[in-house]
């Protein structure tokens, strides 16, 4: 499924959601809106890091964010495999691997619109100017 949020296009895998296309897409929409801070629809998470790693994805707070090297931590790994298990996630915005960034900026972000639209995503949760980007 293709969605467009805040002006910025995202495929989503929705066979690994336990929910109808209209339930995505208003979730979505009340996001959007400002008016939703968490997705409540459930994820069939995949097996291995990448499954791992959208699970701790989906724990962080909606305007927070946390390095890819914390992630690691918790999982016992490296930073750089769990940059790649970010760039996998089939699910962005919905899990929300814009919050996670590199220690020493906002690293990657495989969305069609690349890192434009982390920067975006994460000004718009932090009730920011994309200035403080």
Known sequence: MRLSVRGDEYDLDCDLLDASPEAVRTQVAEYERGERRAFDLPVSFPAGLTGEVMRAM?????????????????LD???QPVG??????????VVPCHRV???DGLGGFSAAAGVDAKRRLLAFERGESLDAF
Not at 84 to 93: E, F, Q, S
Request: net charge negative; glycine share 12%.
């Open 58 to 74: 989906v724990e962080i707070p909606y305007g927070e964010t946390r390095t890819y090297g914390e992630i690691a931590a918790e």
């Open 77 to 79: 790994t490296a930073a």
């Open 101 to 103: 960034v590199a220690a």
């Open 84 to 93: 790649g298990a970010c760039g996998r996630n089939p699910l962005p915005v």
